[in-house]
């Protein structure tokens, strides 16, 4: 089964985006920020990344392009998940590596809408 790295700093945010993904029947891991992410991709590269931008240690910014860096990390779909909401800051996530982006809040029909448009199985 497919599986998706839910990685922000807020432990709510995570368990109410792997309850989502649960819900479309996706597995999911957790990581509390982009160095925690990093070392869980090392562990078992996943299908699918659900990344915050702002989270202490490393950013998710810094993160996508560490992990795209990586062995295997080309493969996994990105989509960041955060406040920052200006063109410029989506046009940055994107040329770091990011397949999708989406701004928070959101709920499970916008998410589930991002993961079709970057090729998800659902």
Do not use: H
């Amino acid at each position: 089964m497919a599986d998706c790295l839910v990685v922000d700093d807020s432990p709510t945010v995570r368990s109410i985006l792997c309850r989502i993904l649960t819900g479309l029947g996706i597995d999911t891991r957790q990581a509390a920020n982009g160095a925690e992410a990093l070392e869980r991709c090392r562990e078992r590269m996943p299908d699918l990344v659900l990344l915050d931008w702002n989270m202490p240690v490393m950013n998710g910014l810094e993160c996508v392009r560490a992990l795209r860096a990586m062995p295997g990390g080309d493969r996994p779909r990105v989509i960041f998940c955060t406040t920052m909401s200006e063109l410029a800051d989506i046009e940055q996530a994107l040329a770091a590596g990011a397949d999708e982006y989406i701004m928070k809040p959101f709920d499970a029909e916008l998410l589930r809408l991002k993961l079709e448009q970057v090729g998800w199985p659902l």
